[in-house]
């Protein structure tokens, strides 16, 4: 069983800041692309943020500017760093390592971190 450990979520008000991590065993994290997914209560889960291998990243359209993702292949860990928080941002968020591939691609997920933005 694939752990990701994510940890960070909380209770922050509106305009404030969070950074959210996640770690991953090094022989899964090297090869896979690591995202940043959330889902609010009654609503389906979407994508916040992804980083590949290389570096590149793309962003939901709802957190460019605000939201950061990076990652320390030194630490196998993925970062998301939230500015400028909204109540609409309340969600749990869920990491996620994906690689692609018949027979040696895999899809793990991590068990899921509360962010609530509320004054």
């Known amino acids: 069983q694939v752990q990701l450990v994510e940890s960070g979520g909380g209770l922050v008000q509106p305009g404030g800041s969070l950074r959210l991590s996640c770690a991953a065993p090094?022989?899964?994290?090297?090869?896979?692309?690591m995202g940043w997914y959330r889902q609010a209560p009654g609503k389906q889960r979407e994508l916040v943020a992804r980083?590949?291998?290389?570096?590149?990243?793309n962003y939901a359209d709802s957190v460019k500017g605000r939201f950061t993702i990076s990652r320390d292949d030194a630490k196998n860990t993925v970062y998301l760093q939230m500015d400028y928080l909204k109540p609409e941002d309340t969600a749990v968020y869920y990491c996620n390592a994906y690689r692609g591939g018949t027979g040696y691609g895999y899809d793990y997920w991590g068990q899921g971190t509360q962010v609530t933005v509320s004054s």
């Open positions: 090094g022989n899964i994290f090297r090869l896979a692309a």
């Open positions: 980083i590949i291998t290389t570096g590149i990243t």
